[in-house]
C-alpha cells in the first residue's frame, strides 16, 4: 500500500493509493494506522472518496515521531570518503529531532550563520510494532514500511564537536516523503533499490541500498538493543558517496537551488532550498 500524508488549508489528513487512483481517508493519522496493525490492509481504502493529490501539500510521511534515529557511515565509499579512517564496526547512530523534518515541496532552509548546507539522500525505515531485544533475524517483521529521506546536514556545526548532533538538527533540514510505501510492496529490507540524488537535475548520489555497511535488519536489531522503538519511529539508513563537503571544491546547496533524491520503488522527494530568513529578536520590555 502506499500512502501520502498531506496538508489542505492547515488541515492533516492522509492518502491512500489504491493502485489506480488516490482515495482520501480525511483525518487519519498514518502512525496510529500502523500502530493498529491496517497500514497493510487493502480495505481501509473501501468507501474513501477518489481526490486530486495535486490539491494538497504533502507532509512529512509520521507527523510526530517519537523518535527519528539516524545512521552515519552505512556506505563504505560514503565511509571513505570522509574525516574518519576505519570502517565502522557498529552503526554511528545520532538523533534527528522532529522539529527540524518537513515535507516534499516544502523549502529547505540554509541558515544564515552557515553557508555549508550537504544534501544527503536515504532510505527511510518507519517501524510498526514495540521492538525491544529484537534479533536481526526477526527485526524485519518490526518494520511497517519505507520513505525517502534527506539528512540535510551543516557541516560546520556538524563537525564543530565529537557528537554530530548540531549540525543535523537545523530547522527545516529533515526533508521526508512525500510517499510511505509498506514493507510488503517492497524487497526485504528494501535492498537492492536504485537511490539517485540530483542537485539542479545533475546527478550527484547514486547506489544501490543493499550495499548498505548494515543493512536494516541489523539497524533495527541494534537500535532495540539500547531503546524501545515504537510504531512510527524511523530510522534514516545513511547516505552513499557523493556528498559535498567531501568534493574538491566543495558543493554545497545555496538559495535557489532543487533537490531530489528517489529511491527506486518508493518516488521521488523534491524540495527548493531557500535561505533562512533573518527574523529581528523581540525587543527587550522596557
Given at each position: ?20 487512483v ?39 510521511p ?50 544564515f ?27 524485519l ?97 545513511g ?27 518508493i ?17 527587550a520590555?522596557?
Amino acid at each position: 500500500m502506499r500512502y501520502r500524508s498531506y496538508l489542505r488549508n492547515g488541515a492533516a489528513g492522509l492518502a491512500v493509493h489504491d493502485g489506480a487512483v488516490w482515495r482520501d481517508l480525511g483525518a487519519v493519522d498514518l502512525a496510529a494506522l500502523i500502530a493498529a496493525g491496517r497500514a497493510s490492509d487493502r480495505s481501509v481504502a473501501d468507501g474513501a472518496p477518489e481526490m486530486d493529490i495535486d490539491t494538497v501539500d504533502p507532509a512529512p510521511p509520521i507527523s510526530k515521531p517519537g523518535k527519528v534515529i539516524c545512521v552515519g557511515l552505512n556506505y563504505v565509499d560514503h565511509a571513505k570518503e570522509s574525516p574518519y579512517k576505519d570502517l565502522p564496526t557498529y552503526p554511528a547512530f545520532f538523533p534527528r529531532f522532529a522539529s527540524s523534518l518537513l515535507g516534499a515541496g516544502q523549502p529547505i532552509l540554509r541558515p544564515f550563520v552557515s553557508d555549508e548546507l550537504d544534501f544527503e539522500g536515504e532510505l527511510l525505515v518507519v517501524i510498526g510494532r514495540p521492538a525491544r531485544h529484537v534479533s536481526a533475524e526477526e527485526a524485519l517483521s518490526f518494520v511497517a514500511g519505507y520513505s525517502v529521506f534527506n539528512d540535510a546536514s551543516i557541516r560546520n556545526y556538524q563537525f564543530l564537536g565529537a557528537q554530530w548532533t548540531p549540525g543535523k538538527n537545523f530547522d527545516a533540514t529533515g526533508a521526508c516523503g512525500p510517499d510511505f510505501v509498506t514493507a510488503d510492496e517492497l524487497p526485504p529490507g528494501g535492498a537492492g533499490l536504485r537511490m539517485e540524488v540530483r542537485l539542479n537535475g545533475e546527478i550527484v548520489q547514486s547506489v544501490d541500498t543493499s550495499l548498505m555497511i548494515f543493512p536494516v535488519a541489523e539497524l533495527v536489531a541494534k537500535a532495540s538493543a539500547f531503546t524501545t522503538l515504537e510504531p512510527g519511529d524511523m530510522i534514516a539508513t545513511g547516505t552513499p558517496a557523493g556528498v559535498g563537503f567531501a568534493r574538491k571544491p566543495p558543493l554545497y546547496m545555496k538559495d535557489g537551488d532543487v533537490v531530489e533524491v528517489t529511491i527506486e520503488g518508493i518516488g521521488t522527494l523534491v524540495n527548493p532550498v531557500r535561505d533562512e530568513p533573518r527574523v529581528p529578536l523581540p525587543a527587550a520590555a522596557e
